[in-house]
């Protein structure tokens, strides 16, 4: 499992990053600056048998065959843990779920209250801006962010990067046991 702690202190800028830390998954670039996530090397442009999750809601992609990683509507500060279930035991999942099961859950909306503005640098143009806010009303609960991302790789070869995304969280506590959970997102990546 990948907490949100050890996913801090990884320092990986992009999702797909994190599972170099789990054994048997193999993260690579396909054209440059199109993650690739596999388990145990077998692998193509969309690798079929890695079922990804997102708090329950497959996101899978049956016109791609597979997972598109630049486009998972979700940023790493919202992640509240990562969990991989290798091997056949994720098969009971669905098809998708021969080789591994990887599911995302994101933080409650009630931890995010006010307003946090993050602006990250790095080297060969990295520019990363996020804007986070979060609310209470009652028994509902809401997070909303937004974030932008510049990067210009390398020198020389065609693997830069745009990026703008916008997700947003409504938990409603309806009664003392059940909960309402709607989750949005829109990404745009050129």
Known sequence: MIDRQLIKLS???EIADLFRLVPGMHVGHFRGNDPVVAYQGLSSEFPQG????????????????????SNIPVVM???????VIRGANGSSFDSNAFQAVINITTSHAVQTSG????????????????LRGGHSFGDIDFRLTGS??????YAGNDDDT???LL?????YQVTHYDNLQLNFGVVNTL
């Open 77 to 83: 500060e919202d992640i509240e843990r990562i969990e």
């Open 167 to 171: 997700t947003g969280r409504i938990d």
């Open 115 to 130: 307003v946090q503005v993050k602006n990250t640098l790095g080297e060969r143009g990295y520019q990363r801006i996020l």
């Open 50 to 69: 890695v079922q990804v999750l997102i708090d329950g809601r497959s996101v899978y992609s049956p016109i791609f065959g597979g997972v598109d990683w």
């Open 11 to 13: 320092g990986a800028k």
């Open 162 to 164: 745009r990026q703008d």
């Open 148 to 153: 932008h991302i510049d990067d210009n790789g």
